[in-house]
């Protein structure tokens, strides 16, 4: 039940006594006409919704403040849901429920363009002309549980940059800024949170010699590097995330240069996963393709499985709705499609946009059948076994925060006030109108 504020008590008083003031007719009484005449605006207003923290899943809000932990304010008007309302917006992490698992029987949520980032400032003074893909900044992305970033990097400026561009090349108005900017926030991340695990995976044009190497490098994540030599090459599984991150080998990097591999040791992603189509093909219904550069869904040599999920032209607007039930869909069809295997990694524009639980619930889904045999991961017990489950909703859920919530600065937030009534305006009404009472007495 939503919490109510504490006028409720003395609305429905009052409302019981202007039915008693018709009843016995004490109109010839100024008095209690006065008191009547104070009391009615206030009674007639509707108690508020829950707020400060205290809303949950699905409540009416009218601030970011109003949801509880691992929740914002949003809403999904292409479904019809115009009044904002609190949604997930933060991911369970798989690993804070079942840990010591091979990497490749996770599945973790990827941003696509994870630095295409709306109102993010020009910092070559050219008005950019390109899409966008996300509404956060990649800090963020990581806190609210994103462990895949999709990059592209391009030569620009004598350096290397974040570009969403055309034909290989990067100009001043498809450029967001040097890939360093983006590669230290992975840093700060990794170093501030030691037992997680982030992958890159870059749409690579960079030509300068030892480029890639040189950059992640000077962005301090040499160290974190996840060796070639220990990748599986015939789809075995990986490492267990326990000892990876033992090792603190917390960091993979896949590029789609083939030649980084022997010049850089750099993993050509398509020799480690299969992936199917980006854009447009990979959202039809009853449909899922393999991507031309990767082998087959269902090839068995290459232990990682990358299904992308974002029409070819981003719209802010829709994602909501393509956060429902179509992506569940969709993502049935991939899983079919790959010999029933479930993807390792799920991409997607605008991951915060939802009708609810969104793109965090389809991952706590994938995650509880594949990890212990649950309809969703929060029904998941360390140390039971498969299939023994706690008694959780299968979907919607609202997220078990493990870490400190993320703080989401995407203009999908809704901050202004909206119908409800403030509970200001209640508290500010009944104390002019006791003010004017005791001024009577």
Known sequence: MRKRCSNINFISGSRRALKSFAVTGTQNHPFYLLLVILIVPVAFIPATACSTGNCQLLDSCTSATDCGPGLYCGNCPAVGKTQPFCTRGQATIPTSIINGLPFNK?????????????????????????????????TNQLRNGVRGLMLDMYDFEDDIWLCHSFRGQCYNFTAFEPAIDTLKEVEAFLNENPTEIVTIIIEDYVHAPKGLTKVFSNAGLDKYWFPLSKMPKKGEDWPTVTDMIKDNHRLLV????????????????????????????????????????????????????????????PDQNQACKEHSVALIDMINTCYKAASNVIPN???VNFYMRSDGGGVFDAVDRMNGQALCG?????????????????????????????????????????????AAIQPSRVMSTCIYSMSILLLLL
């Not at 493990?402 to 999908?412: D, E, I």
């Open 106 to 138: 996770y599945t973790w949520l990827v941003t696509h363009n994870s630095f295409s980032i709306v109102d993010a400032p020009s910092l070559t003074g050219a008005q950019r002309i390109t899409f966008y893909n996300q509404e956060d900044t990649v």
């Open 254 to 313: 896949f590029t789609s240069d083939s030649s980084k591999e022997a010049t850089e040791g750099i993993a050509y992603q398509w020799k480690h996963m299969v992936e199917n189509e980006a854009g447009d093909p990979g959202v039809v219904p009853g449909s899922c393709p393999n991507r031309k550069e990767s082998k087959p869904l269902n090839s068995k040599s290459a232990s990682l499985f990358l299904q992308n999920y974002f029409p070819t032209i």
């Open 345 to 347: 990694f799920l991409a």
């Open 374 to 418: 649950c309809t969703v991961i929060t029904a998941c017990q360390a140390g039971a076994s498969f299939g023994s489950c706690k008694n959780v909703p299968a979907s919607n859920t609202t997220p078990a925060t493990t870490s400190p919530a993320g703080s989401f600065s995407g203009s999908v937030q809704l901050t202004g006030a909206v």
